[in-house]
């Protein structure tokens, strides 16, 4: 990458964002970014890994000046995103989940050609660019037809080819899979790393709350849960640092509660989700095979059992066992784009 290596790609400093809703006296404060702090240096493909509502969106609209922090300080190579916003701007691709930030009447061709404009771009440099970035993601054959016909994982690859028609140093990737069929999801990860990062050398932030994509992709994860950072290593070293061996899974019929079962010997720690009336039950143990017994005693004599698994933890089970909030949950009421506007 060009430029200085030295200087961090992307510095986020004490960043709150607060929401507020309602009104009157039953008016309540959001803080759906608090005290975010974490640094991205060049080149680096980092991962902000957390449940749906946990902040991720709000922290990166506020880094591509979309939102106004309540407090903190935002850098992109060395800049304030306030001080000088054109600046940061100009080095800054955001690309974002949301299938309706394109024109769907326009032809992909079209959509770039205003986008482009929007830029500065303009000419023969603009339509370069433009047949480059087709190319590059497989578009150049439906170039011209519009963007309604597409399917979700075609309008995602217009979406990014949007991101990078300035050519910005620093992505920052909202969700970039969500809502993908497999295909289109594995095809959109293997471009981010491979061509993205890889071959052109850019600095990515990768917002996601598949933990699978995110210790596929990302060299670095913070963790967020309610607004706030509560870790930053590599996946490995998150895996590693876990202080135990194996996670039991237990699925059950109905409704259980995980407290009935921290009586038990040799369990460190129990967390209980349900869904469509079952019951996942994770038990955290040295070794899953000394509590087994005793565990499937507790949960038969109460409910049937729908399965047992003993698995190696995974970036998700980190998460359980730092925060006791599963991935898949939503940490706030509502989600927070909801206090975006």
Not at 112 to 119: D, M, N, P, R, S
Not at 242 to 251: A, G, S
Request: hydrophobic share 40%; glycine share 10%; with cysteine.
């Amino acid at each position: 990458m060009s430029g200085d290596s030295t200087v961090p790609a992307l510095e986020c400093r004490d960043v709150v964002k607060q929401f507020r809703r309602g009104r009157g006296f039953k008016k309540k404060v959001i803080r759906a970014v608090d005290g975010a702090t974490l640094t991205l240096y060049p080149g680096e493909l980092f991962g902000l890994l957390g449940p749906n509502g946990a902040g991720k969106t709000t922290l990166v609209r506020c880094i591509a000046t979309l939102l106004i922090p309540d407090a903190g300080t935002i850098r992109v190579l060395g800049h304030d995103v306030f001080k000088d916003a054109l600046f940061c701007r100009q080095q800054i691709g955001l690309l974002t989940s949301g299938e309706r930030t394109l024109y769907w009447k326009l032809s992909a061709r079209d959509n770039l050609k205003f986008f482009a404009a929007l830029y500065g771009l303009t000419g023969k440099e603009r339509d370069k660019r433009i047949e480059y970035l087709l190319g590059l993601l497989g578009l150049q054959e439906v170039a011209n037809e519009r963007l309604e016909r597409y399917s979700s994982g075609m309008k995602q690859k217009v979406s990014l080819a949007r991101a990078m028609l300035h050519d910005p140093k620093l992505l920052l990737l909202d969700e970039p899979t969500l809502g993908l069929d497999p295909q289109f999801g594995r095809f959109i990860r293997g471009f981010i790393k491979e061509e993205l990062n890889k071959k052109q050398g850019k600095t990515i932030l990768l917002t996601t709350h598949y933990m699978d994509e995110a210790d596929e992709l990302c060299a670095r994860i913070a963790f967020i849960n309610q607004g706030r950072i509560v870790d930053i290593k590599s996946p490995e070293e998150y895996k590693r640092d876990i202080p135990h061996k194996e996670i039991l899974k237990v699925r059950c019929l109905g409704q259980f509660d995980g407290e009935l079962l921290k009586g038990v010997s040799g369990i460190e720690r129990v967390s209980a989700e349900f869904n469509d009336g079952v019951t996942t039950l994770n038990i955290v143990a040295e070794r899953a095979e000394m509590v087994l017994s005793e565990v499937i005693e507790a949960v038969r004599a109460r409910t049937r059992i729908l399965g047992v698994d003993v698995q190696e933890p995974t970036l998700e089970d980190v998460f359980i066992y730092m925060t006791g909030t599963s991935l898949g949950a939503d940490t706030k009421e509502e989600h927070e784009t909801q206090y975006q506007d």
